[in-house]
């Protein structure tokens, strides 16, 4: 992708839960990750008696993968918070995916609750995440800068090589949620704290991370929401 810097701001804190509509929660262990701020963390232990494999929940999956998406070449308005947040861009926004991704994160640090949970799917655990994200934001606490370094959509080929246990969250969400379509979104994004951050002890160091996000179209839904994401360990080791 090109390079482009934008100033503007965001946050995002995401956890694993099945949709809220749906019958049973699917888990899985991930690498440590945000939860109501986005410094904490999720450590959810996988609930083997609940959990679906892929099979269980719906047979082939990969079928409503989609991969590549129309160019929409769409233009950021730059923006910067009062109190010094900022969001910074260092590649286009080339698809409606990355304009997604791109306004969930400034939607929850502007304070922006109704456009936060507006890009999000019907995962109950996962939307209350997000709200107290912006709140947390509210009260003068989050983050003080995230950098997005690149977006991407995995390859079918690349999904399929994922860890099995993610494969089978992704198939029972699926699954769970009714999504007709779906894709992961990888997400190269860095972050700094406020000294209110700062101060309740952050589990997760500022620095520089790999994010796996779970987006997709419900029944016949003309939007696509997000509805998991997952951490580095999402794809094995090279």
């Known amino acids: 992708m090109k390079k482009l810097l934008i100033s503007t701001l965001t946050a995002a804190a995401l956890v694993l839960t099945a949709c809220s509509s749906g019958g049973e929660t699917a888990q899985a262990t991930a690498t440590p990750a945000p939860t109501q701020e986005p410094a904490a963390v999720s450590e959810a232990e996988p609930a083997p008696a609940e959990q679906a494999t892929q099979e269980e929940a719906g047979g082939d999956i990969y079928a409503a993968y989609v991969q590549e998406f129309p160019e929409v070449g769409t233009m ?26 791109y306004d969930s994160y400034r939607n929850e640090l502007t304070g922006d609750l109704d456009g936060a949970l507006a890009l999000v799917g019907d995962v109950e655990n996962y939307r209350i995440t997000v709200e107290n994200t912006v709140r947390n934001v509210q009260e003068g606490a989050g983050n003080q800068s995230y950098t997005l370094h690149d977006m991407d959509i995995l390859s079918l080929e690349d999904v399929q090589s994922a860890e099995q246990r993610y ?9 769970d949620c009714g999504l007709t379509q779906w894709t ?15 101060a309740k002890g952050p589990q997760l160091d500022e620095g520089r991370y790999e994010r796996y996000f779970l987006l997709g179209k419900a029944g016949d839904a003309d939007s696509w929401k997000i509805y998991d994401f997952f951490w580095e360990d999402f794809l094995p080791e090279e």
């Open 167 to 175: 494969l089978d969250v992704i198939a029972q969400e699926v699954a």
């Open 76 to 101: 950021v308005r730059l923006v910067e918070t009062e109190d010094g947040r900022e969001l910074i861009l260092e590649c286009e926004l080339d698809n409606e995916i990355d304009q997604l991704i």
């Open 184 to 198: 992961v979104q990888e997400v190269d994004i860095s972050w700094t704290y406020t000294e209110a951050e700062q």
